[in-house]
């Protein structure tokens, strides 16, 4: 009898306790989100220049290597992928807007995001959980400095600059190896290649691609400061640090990615 | 040029060591079964939800290019399912799979790195390859394929439900498998098993190296999920390459 009654509870329970801690893990992500947003726009007055700097350097250059290996790739690879289909349709000649298409609207920057939360969201949140770990954000507060115009806000700027700037950079070295690909594979003339490619896109299909770069650049930011600030314990809170910030900011590009794709697609026509 | 041999040689090396390791010191396949849980427990949701957004994203830019070319995502469908089963089903799915499976297991064994746990496990007539690499691959051999078949089953719903509420056309037309043979299949499952064996050796790679304190930590985390991400595009790329090449 008594098993009976309690039954549909257990059944019940379970559910509801994951979807309440969900909403509320939700929640609380999104409200230190918004407290990183806020904090750092108030910083921007007294911005610290040469930690504007460092960050720039750290955030942006030295990604540079990996923003080129990652855009040669996605080139190639967008062009086998397109040709796949282009050719069942036996129209080889519009490779370049596809493929162009293709890289500018979604492959370029998803894969941008995917890779550069990997290294420079997955570095801030280490970084900053390594200091807050070892109490050196409390130092900064306890001789009265204020840690968010000093460490965070140049670090959010420099990291959204340095994503736009590679952004630019990363679609002109995908676009090259897209027509270097479609030439030595498919035999498809640069000419060709370039003549769709100038035809068919518009200023207006690169700067969704910008749009959207710059997009996940902020989230990145965003989501690696605030969860790096949010770190407690030792040296296994710092990798967790790291990792949960490189899958919360893989899960907020894809969902970006989607609004963003639905709403530009419905400005553009 | 250094750089560039240590990240193709490091992982291979280790999958020879940790062969030979596990050869001698035989499997502990509880471990195995223990690590492939944390493996899908903790990404099947990451992978199902950005698989879903990602297919609902995939047939909104085929509308909008059908749309320009020609005229119906009805016709373009079958060619974009091939598509997402051949290429973006394994890979996305990997790729999400590596930066969470990638980053913690670089997290978990560089954090027992510089707390010294590996020497405390060595001390204690343990092998840290046999013991704590070896059930991660298997773990990453069995997962990562289970985990990008669901993904790409996500995406390919999510995709059609799209297609069918959103553009008005019939969502089944998108499922068309009129493309997809048998070659398709296998250029998917042996990117899945590749990426499924290399993200815990590069995770593994840069997790075992770390030595210092908290700083460490950090950097072998990023280290190894870098490593991760970009060995899986580079693995879809090779594949690809090769199956263009032999025209299959």
């Given at each position: 009898m008594s098993v009976d009654s309690r039954l549909p509870h257990a059944l019940v329970e379970g559910p509801v306790r994951g979807v309440g801690a969900f909403t509320l893990e939700l929640a609380r992500s999104l409200g230190a989100i918004a407290l990183v947003a806020a904090r750092t726009v108030l910083g921007l007055p007294r911005l610290e220049r040469r930690e504007l700097v460092r960050a720039l350097v750290q955030f942006g250059y030295d990604s540079v290597p990996l923003a080129m290996a990652t855009a040669a790739l996605a080139g190639v690879i967008v062009v086998l992928q397109s040709g796949l289909y282009i050719q069942r349709f036996g129209a080889r000649a519009f490779l370049g807007w596809a493929a162009g298409y293709g890289v500018l609207w979604e492959f370029g920057p998803l894969l941008l995001g995917l890779i550069m939360s990997a290294r420079i969201g997955a570095r801030n949140a280490a970084e900053l959980a390594l200091l807050q770990v070892g109490g050196q954000i409390e130092g900064l507060r306890g001789i009265g400095l204020d840690p968010f115009a000093i460490l965070v806000a140049p670090r959010v700027v420099a990291m959204e600059l340095s994503m736009l700037a590679l952004s630019t950079f990363t679609f002109l070295v995908a676009i090259v190896f897209e027509a270097v690909a479609a030439y030595f594979m498919l035999d498809l003339p640069l000419r060709v290649f370039f003549g769709t490619f100038a035809q068919m896109l518009g200023a207006l299909d690169l700067v969704g691609g910008v749009v959207k770069v710059g997009t996940f650049g902020l989230a990145i930011s965003l989501v690696s400061t605030a969860v790096g600030l949010s770190a407690r314990g030792g040296a296994r809170a710092v990798g967790q640090a790291a990792a949960s910030a490189v899958v919360r900011g893989c899960a907020a590009i894809f969902v970006l990615d989607l609004l963003l794709t639905l709403a530009l697609a419905g400005w553009m026509s | 040029m250094k750089r560039a041999l240590?990240?193709?040689?490091?992982?291979?090396?280790?999958?020879?060591?940790?062969?030979?390791?596990?050869?001698?010191?035989?499997?502990?396949?509880?471990?195995?079964?223990?690590?492939?849980?944390?493996?899908?427990?903790?990404?099947?949701?990451?992978?199902?939800?950005?698989?879903?957004?990602?297919?609902?994203?995939?047939?909104?830019i085929a509308n909008s290019q059908a749309r320009r070319f020609v005229g119906n995502v009805a016709v373009l469908g079958p060619a974009y399912f091939e598509l997402l089963i051949r290429e973006l089903g394994p890979v996305v799915s990997a790729v999400l799979t590596a930066s969470r499976a990638g980053a913690g297991h670089a997290a978990e064994l560089s954090t027992m790195g510089v707390n010294e746990q590996l020497e405390a496990l060595e001390m204690s007539a343990g092998d840290p390859l046999a013991d704590l690499v070896a059930p991660r691959v298997v773990a990453g051999l069995v997962g990562v394929p289970l985990l990008c078949v669901l993904g790409t089953v996500a995406a390919t719903l999510s995709a059609a439900t799209v297609a069918q509420l959103g553009f008005g056309v019939d969502g089944r037309a998108f499922m068309d498998p009129r493309y997809v043979d048998v070659w398709d299949l296998l250029a998917a499952a042996i990117k899945a098993v590749a990426c499924g064996v290399y993200i815990p050796l590069a995770a593994a790679v840069a997790g075992l190296r770390a030595r210092g304190g908290a700083e460490a930590v950090g950097e072998a985390t990023t280290d190894g999920v870098v490593a991760a991400s970009l060995g899986c595009l580079l693995i879809d790329f090779a594949v690809s390459l090769a199956f263009q090449l032999l025209r299959l």
């Open positions: - | 240590a990240f193709f040689g490091a992982p291979v090396v280790l999958l020879a060591r940790t062969t030979r390791a596990t050869a001698r010191e035989g499997l502990g396949w509880r471990e195995c079964l223990v690590q492939l849980h944390e493996l899908g427990g903790r990404s099947v949701w990451l992978v199902l939800s950005g698989m879903a957004f990602f297919g609902a994203v995939l047939v909104t």
